[in-house]
Structure formats: structure tokens, C-alpha cells
């Protein structure tokens, strides 16, 4: 188990039980998911720039890169915007799909076999969207018709809801069911156990939260603090005890310039539209919409870059378990 995975492991369960006492949960819970967002959520995004050096030798002098770095990341955020303004419906559809990739493969560690790793990445993804659609219905219909007609596109009906999201969720189970087999089949007892405590420590916290707010505390303290303390060692930081307090910080002053950038862009853009958008939709809206366009390109950067030795991986002489045994999942110094 990484550093990261016992943090979020910790942070998560505090969440599910801290729900069950309403009147703490929103004094607290409240304050420090604003918090995490500010200074995880987003901030684990600011330093994409300092990503393919930290794996891949640049060439030319560093401003050179800079330059070749942001126009290819504005470029490729600028054509998803294009896609909101011309096909809303569509965009909203490739976003659920990519974070939905995105949030399942970070989570998927490597393995010796392809498919494998394919496969844990798209059924982990599944299950984030899947839970909150079962759980939570009504809530989660409203949600997606709120940014359908937030950007123009066409509302789902409710009805339609029912038999999908119980068709959706009986298949990511059988194919984790399948998945576990498998990984016993190959005798790697502490892959499968820990990731079926992982999906009960999740559905936990689907199944207590509303939708909005389990989507952000997975967000936050899931997926946002085990990608920074995975990166951290790789931009720079000296190896040493293993406190996530010290990574933080380090990453943090790292991020700041891109950081403060994207705070300054959010509020400026929260004030220009909050003239026209509904009063209650416009902070939810922008926030999707912006994390939409950013997503592309750190998607990419992050399967493409850092996850390459997952997709990457080929079968060897050498037995899966060892391999496995080897490169111990989820060591934070380490590109895999």
C-alpha cells in the first residue's frame, strides 16, 4: 500500500462516517471539500508542464519548450470548447466517457498483461458513475440535465434512467466478479483483495453522499492527492520519511505560478458569466465546463506520459507475480 492509497484509504472512510452526523457534516465536510478542491483538486493539474521533462528528455532550450508545451495544451483545450459551443450534447457524452477512463486508470495499477490493466481501468472507471446512478437517481438525472441545459443540449428523461443504471451497475460488478477471478486464478490474493475493499470503501461512500458531494471527496482525496504525492518525487522531491504534509508543501510551491493562474481565470470567468447564467447553476457550471476543457489534455498527458508503463507492459518469462511483486504498486518514486 503507497502512501497515497493509505491517505485517500483514511480520508474517504472519515467522510462516510462523518455524513452520518449531519449537523458536524456540513460545518465541516463543507470547508475543507472547498479547501481540497482549491488546493487539490485543481492544483493537481498545475504542474502538467513539468510532467514530460520528469519522464522524457526535452530538446532545445527550456522557453522553447514552454512555448510548444502551452500551445499544443491551449490548443487541444480550445477545439474541446469548440465541441461544447457546436455539439454540447456530444461534448457532455466524451467528457463522462473520458474522466470516466481517466479517474479509472489512475486508480488501475500495472500489470504484466495488457488487457489486464485495460480492462481494471475501464470497470474501476464504470463503477464511479455507475454507483451514484443507482444510488442516487433522481439527484444524479437532475445534475446531468442541469449542464445539458446549462450548455444548450437536449435533457435525458428520467425514465430512461431505470433499467440503465441497473443494467450499467450488474455489469461493472459481474466484470469485477470476473476481474477478482482472474487475478486469484493467477495467485495474486493482495490485488484482488485490496481492490474489492476498494470498491466497497467507494460504494460506501456513493451510497452515503449525494452525488455532487461523493464525486468531490472521491475527487479531491481520492484521485487529486494520490496523483500529487505520486508526482511529487519526480519533480524533485528528495527522498525521505514518508509524510504526505512534506509532498504536499513541495508540490504546492511547485504549482503555485499555474495555480493562482487558474483561480485568477476562474473567478474572472465566474464574473463575466454569472450575467447570464442562472444564479444557481453558475459556479457548478463554469466549474464542469472548465474542468471539461482541461481534461483533454491532461488525460492524455497522463496516460500517454505517466501511465506508459501500464499500457505498455508485455508478457515476459518471468511469472506475472513476480513481476508484480517487483514493482510494487503504487510506489510514489516511481513512473508506474
Not at 437517481?137 to 446531468?144: G, I, L, N, S, Y
Not at 486464478?185 to 452515503?208: I, V, Y
Not at 489534455?297 to 507475480?321: E, F, G, I, N
Request: aromatic share 12%; hydrophobic share 55%; glycine share 10%.
Amino acid at each position: 500500500m503507497s502512501l497515497g492509497q493509505a491517505c485517500s484509504y483514511g480520508l474517504v472512510a472519515a467522510c462516510c462516517l462523518l455524513v452520518r452526523f449531519p449537523v458536524y457534516a456540513t460545518a465541516v465536510l463543507g470547508p475543507v471539500l472547498l479547501l481540497g478542491l482549491l488546493g487539490l483538486g485543481i492544483a493537481h493539474g498545475a504542474c502538467d508542464q513539468l510532467v514530460w521533462p520528469a519522464y522524457r528528455p526535452v530538446r532545445g532550450p527550456r522557453w522553447a519548450y514552454q512555448v510548444r508545451f502551452g500551445l499544443g495544451y491551449l490548443g487541444l483545450a480550445g477545439a474541446v470548447g469548440l465541441v461544447w459551443w457546436q455539439w454540447p450534447g456530444v461534448a457532455a457524452a466524451l467528457f463522462f466517457a473520458l474522466t470516466a477512463w481517466h479517474w479509472g486508470s489512475a486508480d488501475a495499477p500495472a500489470h504484466p498483461q495488457r488487457g489486464a490493466w485495460l480492462a481494471h481501468s475501464l470497470l474501476r472507471g464504470a463503477l464511479l458513475f455507475a454507483l451514484p446512478a443507482y444510488f442516487w437517481p433522481a439527484e444524479t438525472v437532475r445534475h446531468v440535465n442541469g449542464l445539458l441545459l446549462l450548455t444548450g443540449a437536449q435533457p435525458t428523461l428520467p425514465s430512461a434512467w431505470s433499467g440503465l443504471t441497473v443494467g450499467l451497475l450488474g455489469g461493472v460488478l459481474a466484470g469485477h466478479l470476473g476481474l477478482w477471478a482472474y487475478f486469484a486464478w493467477q495467485r495474486l490474493p493482495a490485488r484482488w483483495l485490496r481492490d474489492a475493499g476498494e470498491a466497497l470503501l467507494l460504494a460506501g461512500l456513493f451510497s452515503s453522499c449525494p452525488p455532487l458531494l461523493a464525486l468531490g471527496v472521491y475527487f479531491v482525496f481520492w484521485h487529486s492527492l494520490q496523483h500529487i504525492l505520486r508526482l511529487a518525487p519526480l519533480l524533485g522531491y528528495a527522498a525521505g520519511p514518508a509524510r504526505a504534509r512534506t509532498r504536499l508543501i513541495f508540490f504546492a510551491r511547485r504549482a503555485l505560478p499555474m495555480l493562482a493562474a487558474s483561480l485568477a481565470l476562474l473567478a474572472g470567468a465566474y464574473v463575466l458569466g454569472s450575467n447570464w447564467l442562472p444564479a444557481q447553476n453558475a459556479w457548478l457550471g463554469l466549474v464542469v465546463l472548465a474542468a471539461s476543457v482541461v481534461t483533454v489534455p491532461h488525460a492524455l498527458l497522463v496516460t500517454l506520459v505517466m501511465d506508459a508503463p501500464k499500457w505498455q507492459a508485455r508478457p515476459s518469462t518471468t511469472s506475472s507475480k513476480q513481476l508484480l511483486n517487483s514493482s510494487k504498486d503504487y510506489k510514489e518514486h516511481t513512473p508506474s
